[in-house]
């Protein structure tokens, strides 16, 4: 299987950040959603990508996701059936020969997954003087897969100007308005918990680079590594992948 290199983002869920497409061979990491349906003993029993996913890598990695076991969603403390999101975190290494072999480097599990949504605005003026900025937005989240704006906001946001640290509120503000607005149209898979959909808060990060490329720009403000939608409704616990991870897999 030939696979192309694709575009590299920075974020997890999936990132944000403008990156340019590098044609030279190399090693290259790339972060997909999948939508998964879990059954009570924690088995996968269907794996949907989300997503635009060229059809090989899509075969490998649905194949991938439904290998992932779960410690099943409870309701009440009973183990039920659920619908979470997943994400793999896959590395593609070039053979030398023109081919790259696909290898699964780690999966966590309900992190944010997108049905729908768009870039966000980089400000001009912003953008103009060298600025950039790392975003952290807590987002509440409907059942319906709509953003709850009224109970969502900015918890942190890191600002740059020429790669060093700024404090310039003007510009800051310029960058939150910009996330908040981008988020407000976005539509997010939904997790579900004996059929019922659930409203959930989650941590999306989103960085913005004053350079064609996000490479090497310092202010990713990635949300922590066991970041999770949490379940407005207490009674409720989502679907989470057990350790260890399935076997790296690989495409040649």
Same mark, same amino acid.
């Given at each position: 299987?030939?696979?192309?290199?694709?575009?590299?983002?920075?974020?997890?869920?999936?990132?944000?950040? =403008?990156?340019?497409?590098?044609?030279?061979?190399?090693?290259?990491?790339?972060?997909?959603?999948?939508?998964?349906?879990?059954? =009570?003993?924690?088995?996968?029993?269907?794996?949907?990508?989300?997503?635009? *996913? &060229?059809?090989?890598?899509?075969?490998?990695?649905?194949?991938?996701?439904?290998?992932?076991?779960?410690?099943?969603?409870?309701?009440?403390?009973? $183990? @039920?059936?659920?619908?979470?999101?997943?994400?793999?975190?896959?590395?593609?290494?070039?053979?030398?020969?023109?081919?790259?072999?696909?290898?699964?480097? +780690?999966?966590?599990? +309900?992190?944010?997954?997108?049905?729908?949504?768009?870039?966000?605005?980089?400000?001009?003026?912003?953008? +103009?003087?060298?600025?950039?900025?790392? @975003?952290?937005?807590?987002?509440?989240? %409907?059942?319906?897969?709509? @953003?709850?704006?009224?109970?969502?906001?900015?918890?942190?946001? =890191?600002?740059?100007?020429?790669?060093?640290?700024?404090?310039?509120? $003007?510009?800051?503000?310029?960058?939150?308005?910009? *996330?908040?607005?981008?988020?407000?149209?976005?539509?997010?898979?939904?997790?579900? *918990?004996? +059929? %019922?959909?659930?409203?959930?808060?989650?941590?999306?990060?989103?960085?913005?680079?004053?350079?064609?490329?996000?490479?090497?720009?310092?202010?990713? *403000?990635?949300?922590?590594?066991?970041?999770?939608?949490?379940? %407005?409704? $207490?009674?409720?616990?989502?679907?989470?992948?057990?350790?260890?991870?399935?076997?790296?897999?690989?495409? &040649?």
């Amino acid at each position: 299987m030939k696979l192309r290199p694709l575009s590299c983002f920075l974020l997890m869920l999936p990132p944000l950040a =403008a990156a340019a497409r590098e044609e030279a061979p190399r090693s290259k990491v790339e972060y997909y959603s999948a939508h998964v349906s879990v059954d =009570a003993s924690g088995r996968v029993t269907d794996a949907e990508m989300l997503g635009e *996913v &060229p059809r090989p890598i899509r075969v490998l990695l649905s194949d991938t996701a439904r290998k992932v076991e779960f410690e099943p969603a409870r309701k009440g403390g009973v $183990a @039920v059936p659920s619908r979470t999101s997943l994400t793999l975190k896959m590395r593609f290494e070039p053979d030398g020969n023109g081919d790259y072999l696909a290898r699964l480097e +780690g999966i966590s599990g +309900g992190s944010a997954a997108f049905d729908k949504r768009r870039r966000v605005p980089f400000p001009g003026i912003a953008a +103009g003087a060298g600025y950039g900025a790392g @975003v952290l937005a807590l987002l509440s989240i %409907q059942a319906d897969g709509k @953003v709850d704006m009224a109970n969502s906001r900015i918890e942190r946001v =890191a600002l740059a100007q020429h790669g060093k640290p700024s404090d310039d509120a $003007a510009r800051r503000a310029s960058f939150e308005k910009a *996330v908040l607005r981008a988020v407000a149209k976005w539509t997010f898979a939904v997790e579900e *918990v004996d +059929g %019922q959909p659930l409203a959930t808060r989650v941590l999306v990060p989103v960085t913005f680079c004053p350079q064609a490329s996000c490479e090497g720009w310092p202010l990713d *403000v990635s949300a922590p590594a066991d970041a999770r939608p949490a379940p %407005q409704d $207490a009674d409720v616990q989502l679907a989470k992948p057990r350790e260890p991870a399935p076997a790296a897999a690989q495409a &040649p």
